[in-house]
T-cell receptor, first 114, second 110 residues
């Protein structure tokens, strides 16, 4: 399996809702990433997990809460989001270590906050 | 931190012509430079990458060149086809995280 999968594909939520985005990979990668991508912009890094531990948090607001339950799964819990949080949320994974950092992206979850 | 600049922001070429996209980076510690293609509504897909110990890499119609002294790298697409139309992102990494350029919208006119 050489793919990163993400669910759901689309999500509409109100500002008081709680929802979760899910990401899964079975490539044996030990680094997983969350990115946010606005239209016509590059992906912006949010979080990095390495060996299931949070290694980078790019000063993301606490209404976004990542979780890595095991080496294949990555979740992003959403609570009290704002309309400006509407975007495509991309998950990626890679090996860990020198010369192994090629990142493979999932198809993304398109989030609309009303 | 790392800063990556990408030019041009849009590029229109005739089918069969070549396309060149250029990026510069700021952090001399960066040692990995991938290029991603993103079609409308799709995920970014890695098309080619280069590491700092190599000056050039080629894969069929796609090539990437790297000048570490000048801190710039370029994507070359030859014999462009309509299916090459997409947004292309360059990126640089020091092994910890990728920093992306702003992207280039490539339109191949048939």
């Amino acid at each position: 399996d050489t793919e990163v999968t993400q669910t759901p594909k689309h999500l509409v939520m109100g500002m008081t809702n709680k929802k979760s985005l899910k990401c899964e990979q079975h490539m044996g990668h030990r680094a997983m990433y969350w990115y946010k991508q606005k239209a016509k912009k590059p992906p912006e890094l949010m979080f990095v997990y390495s060996y299931e531990k949070l290694s980078i948090n790019e000063s993301v607001p606490s209404r976004f809460s990542p979780e890595c339950p095991n080496s294949s799964l990555l979740n992003l819990h959403l609570h009290a989001l704002q309309p400006e949080d509407s975007a495509l949320y991309l998950c990626a994974s890679s090996q860990v270590g020198t010369d192994q950092e090629t990142q493979y992206f999932g198809p993304g979850t398109r989030l609309l906050v009303l | 931190g790392e800063n990556v600049e990408q030019h041009p922001s849009t590029l229109s070429v005739q089918e069969g012509d070549s396309a060149v996209i250029k990026c510069t980076y700021s952090d001399s510690a960066s040692n990995y430079f991938p290029w991603y293609k993103q079609e409308l509504g799709k995920r970014p897909q890695l098309i080619i990458d280069i590491r700092s110990n190599v000056g050039e890499k080629k894969d069929q119609r796609i090539a990437v060149t790297l000048n570490k002294t000048a801190k710039h790298f370029s994507l070359h697409i030859t014999e462009t086809q309509p299916e090459d139309s997409a947004v292309y992102f360059c990126a640089a990494s020091d092994g910890n995280k990728l920093v992306f350029g702003a992207g280039t919208i490539l339109r191949v006119k048939s």
